[in-house]
T-cell receptor, first 114, second 114 residues
């Protein structure tokens, strides 16, 4: 049972344009959401997070939107740069966890073309 | 990557041998998590530890796998009598002792079973 889903395995975007990566979840107990970027042979790098008390969080070129009623979050990258090409994972944690155990989506491979 | 140190980066074992993976958390972090990534999949939670305590091991296989985080030294993920299906990338993450804090990941150990 996949509680966090990224339905697009890949996305191709032109440099300078907006990249929108989507993520859906099913567990209504999730209250903290994160996006990670991963290059081959490296660990995931934390990008941005959002708590369920907010619907938007912005950090430079990265903005995360949370729609709790739809159980959907998205990551916007604008403008996209070739160095953004990587696999992006969304992750979520639930308030009833003993700790902040993360449940990950399957990832979306972003390719930004120069 | 973000100060979490994992070693070795690559580990090759023959079936039936033992594998030991080490993780030193970021300075100031007291929570350690282990995740496993199988080929073409997202990361899956295995175990969450604090110093000398296993807090949540709900993602650990019931047999052959164990983890510890001693008072001194790194966290260890131990796999006994390895099988081909154990081949994967194993990532360690750490976080501060507060809720809703992002986890920061190491670059992982790639375990290959011959």
């Amino acid at each position: 049972d996949q509680q966090v889903k990224q339905n697009s395995p890949s996305l191709s975007v032109q440099e300078g344009r907006i990249s929108i990566l989507n993520c859906d979840y099913t567990n209504s107990m999730f209250d903290y959401f994160l996006w990670y970027k991963k290059y081959p042979a490296e660990g995931p790098t934390f990008l941005i997070s959002i708590s369920s008390i907010k619907d938007k969080n912005e950090d430079g070129r990265f903005t995360v939107f949370l729609n709790k009623s739809a159980k959907h979050l998205s990551l916007h990258i604008v403008p996209s740069q070739p160095g953004d090409s990587a696999v992006y994972f969304c992750a979520a944690s639930a308030r009833d966890n003993a700790g902040n155990m993360l449940t990950f989506g399957g990832g979306t491979r972003l390719m930004v073309k120069p | 990557n973000a100060g979490v140190m994992q070693n070795p980066r690559h580990l090759v074992r023959r079936r039936g041998q033992e594998a030991r993976l080490r993780c030193s958390p970021m300075k100031g972090h007291s929570h350690v998590y282990w995740y496993r990534q199988l080929p073409e999949e997202g990361l899956k939670f295995m175990v969450y530890l604090q110093k000398e305590n296993i807090i949540d091991e709900s993602g650990m296989p019931k047999e052959r796998f164990s983890a510890e985080f001693p008072k001194e030294g790194p966290s260890i993920l131990r796999i006994q009598q390895v099988v081909r299906g154990d081949s994967a990338a194993y990532f360690c993450a750490s976080s501060r002792e507060m809720t809703n804090q992002p986890q920061h990941f190491g670059d992982g150990t790639r375990l290959s079973i011959l």
